[in-house]
């Protein structure tokens, strides 16, 4: 495996119960389930979240150095429309394979326009909901980014909503 080149020193802090200090934080929760599902169910939604499945299904362009969401594996997320694009170079530094709990979390790299990680799980609570939670905590890493800072929550919210949607669509097509 090669060697973290994370652009922050709180590398899989997404994993604890409080977000570090000194960065932006965002943490968002949308129950996927109309009816208490399964933990086959949460597990098949889970292994759609490792394969990249939830992202394709939101048609979110992504480049992956493996199939399937692993430590050290590298994600581009592709952004935007024509000359209008960014690709946001991620590493995956955490993955959690439980029966109530599935997701992973990566980190940005040198080149991206954020510092910080984002975490993305699918979770099933005792009523046996599933829920999909995002935690997030960055800082602009260019100066552009910091003059939309006001406008970047907005912008997350809308893309988390967009692939918790996405989620939903497969866990109901089961």
Avoid: K
């Amino acid at each position: 495996m090669t060697q973290s080149r994370t652009t922050y020193p709180e590398v899989g802090a997404t994993r604890a119960p409080e977000l570090p200090a000194g960065y932006a934080h965002l943490r968002l929760r949308h129950r996927l389930s109309e009816r208490p599902c399964t933990v086959a169910e949460l597990g098949r939604l889970g292994e759609q979240l490792l394969t990249w499945q939830v992202h394709a299904a939101a048609h979110v362009r992504i480049e992956t150095s493996a199939p399937v969401a692993e430590p050290g594996g590298r994600v581009v997320t592709r952004l935007g429309v024509g000359r209008v694009r960014l690709d946001e170079p991620c590493e995956i530094v955490w993955v959690e394979r439980e029966e109530q709990r599935i997701g992973f979390g990566y980190g940005t790299l040198p080149g991206h326009v954020f510092v910080g990680e984002e975490a993305f799980v699918v979770e099933r609570d005792a009523a046996g909901d599933v829920w999909f939670v995002v935690d997030v905590f960055s800082n602009p890493a260019v100066r552009w980014v910091s003059a939309l800072r006001l406008f970047v929550p907005t912008f997350q919210r809308l893309y988390i909503a967009h692939l918790a949607r996405a989620a939903r669509r497969l866990l109901r097509e089961g």
